[in-house]
């Protein structure tokens, strides 16, 4: 029996886009995210569509639970303020996923955590494109990056 998988697919920068591919890539179906969340009844499922699809978006302390069931960073899936440096930091990493070949310098003036960041990314993007890291590597690490931790 051969079991096939798929690289899932970010169709677009949306919050309910990036948790879907947060779930697929680590292989849980909405009825086990949903299970997770507490979530009862018949339709306990169509909440997690809902989000998906950006019928709907989860509050802030659902989204820390879906990130916690995902084992990923909040910061990979919350709704982004493009006020803040460090949300936009987070957008472009997306961006990357919908834009294979997208890319960019940035040098913000005396935001040196975020500078930093875009570094260590850089660096990142380097040894998967010298197959140094795998894809999934790559995305693991992607999904689990916070500012200020490195």
Partial sequence: ?????????????????????????????????????GLTGECKRRTMTRYEKGNRNPKEERTKEIAKILDINYHSIKQYDFKDPTDIFYLFMWMEELYPNFGFKMNLQGEDRINNAFLIWNNMKIKRNNNEITYEEYIEWK????????
């Fill in 143 to 150: 999904l689990n990056f916070e500012i200020g931790s490195e």
């Fill in 1 to 37: 029996m051969f079991n096939f998988y798929t690289y899932p697919e970010l169709r677009d920068l949306s919050q309910g886009s990036r948790i879907a591919f947060a779930r697929q890539f680590r292989h849980k179906t909405q009825d086990f995210v949903s299970k997770e969340l």
